[in-house]
């Protein structure tokens, strides 16, 4: 006789190591033993790259690159950067409408620009920190174009003295007297 049993009727058959299991019985999750301690292969770090494999990972932008290399200092910035901006809510449009024109300074809520600005954002829902960035941009620039030219009306009241609303008005009164002699 040979070594393999291909006679008709063995009963060897496809399904004879397949057991089954009786679902009368349950089965307990719990008495699987679980092994508390790490496998010491397991365990080990990864080995660290070669000192020649500086390649970033391929989910790494651009902009977080420096010389080639992950910049994990500005990635780290720009998360905390962004978790700031999230937790304040300054990536939404206020609900309440109402926008920071703090960089219009004190009077900022009466300036006509800062209120132009705040209902056209209101009405194509700005986020906070948008408008904030556009207000700080255009209130800059503003300074710049105007730079010596600003009179800070305090300031010049202040100059003139504690009666110096009697002097403006003198000075005004004065003028008025030239226009009317027609000078």
Request: aromatic share 4%; hydrophobic share 35%.
């Given at each position: 006789?040979?070594d393999?049993?291909?006679?008709?009727?063995?009963?060897?058959?496809?399904?004879?190591?397949?057991?089954?299991?009786?679902?009368?019985?349950?089965?307990?999750?719990?008495?699987?033993?679980?092994?508390?301690?790490?496998?010491?292969?397991?365990?080990?770090?990864?080995?660290?790259?070669?000192?020649?494999?500086?390649?970033?990972?391929?989910?790494?932008?651009?902009?977080?690159?420096?010389?080639?290399k992950?910049?994990y200092?500005?990635?780290?910035?720009?998360?905390?950067d962004?978790?700031?901006?999230?937790?304040?809510?300054?990536?939404?449009?206020?609900?309440?409408?109402k926008?920071?024109?703090?960089?219009?300074?004190?009077?900022?809520?009466?300036?006509?620009?800062?209120?132009?600005?705040?209902?056209?954002?209101?009405e194509?829902?700005?986020?906070?920190?948008?408008?904030?960035?556009?207000?700080a941009?255009?209130?800059?620039?503003?300074?710049?174009?105007?730079?010596?030219?600003?009179?800070?009306?305090?300031?010049?009241?202040?100059?003139?003295?504690?009666?110096?609303?009697?002097?403006?008005?003198?000075?005004?009164?004065?003028?008025r007297?030239?226009?009317?002699?027609?000078?």
């Amino acid at each position: 006789m040979s070594d393999t049993n291909d006679q008709p009727g063995d009963s060897s058959g496809l399904l004879d190591a397949v057991t089954i299991e009786d679902p009368s019985t349950p089965t307990n999750p719990q008495a699987a033993e679980i092994p508390h301690k790490a496998e010491p292969a397991a365990a080990a770090a990864p080995a660290p790259a070669a000192p020649g494999d500086d390649k970033p990972p391929e989910w790494m932008p651009e902009n977080f690159l420096k010389d080639g290399k992950p910049d994990y200092e500005a990635l780290a910035k720009s998360w905390r950067d962004l978790r700031g901006k999230i937790s304040k809510g300054a990536h939404n449009a206020p609900a309440d409408g109402k926008y920071n024109l703090s960089a219009f300074g004190e009077n900022g809520e009466e300036n006509p620009i800062g209120q132009t600005l705040a209902g056209w954002a209101k009405e194509n829902g700005i986020s906070s920190a948008a408008f904030e960035e556009l207000t700080a941009k255009i209130s800059a620039q503003a300074q710049e174009i105007m730079g010596a030219d600003m009179v800070d009306p305090k300031a010049e009241m202040a100059k003139l003295g504690p009666n110096a609303n009697a002097v403006v008005n003198g000075m005004v009164d004065w003028a008025r007297g030239l226009v009317n002699k027609g000078v």
